[in-house]
């Protein structure tokens, strides 16, 4: 019988298939990583794999979507900080 996992076990795995997503986007384009890499890289099953996620592509979806956030977030402090440091002075 397949193992069950935490909320906490869940979240290490997703957050480690994520990292592996951004690091193979960087590295090959998603049309040239496979689920077995995914896999590989967050020591999981294939199997596991899809307990997360119905395809490699909604991975890599979910994957863009929290670095667009990341991104998005840096930005917005960077001009905050730029906007106060010209009221300051």
Do not use: C, P
């Not at 979240?11 to 994520?18: A, G, V």
């Not at 395809?55 to 977030?73: A, G, N, Q, V």
């Amino acid at each position: 019988m397949a193992k069950a996992f935490d909320d906490n076990e869940r979240k290490l795995i997703k957050d480690k298939l994520k990292e592996g997503a951004l690091l193979f986007i960087q590295q090959q384009g998603v049309r040239k990583t496979s689920v077995d890499e995914l896999v590989k890289y967050a020591n999981i099953s294939k199997g596991a794999f899809y307990l997360f996620y119905t395809s490699k592509e909604l991975l890599f979806f979910d994957t863009i979507i929290d670095y667009h956030k990341k991104l998005e977030k840096e930005f917005l402090n960077a001009i905050n900080n730029n906007t106060s440091e010209n009221i300051v002075k």
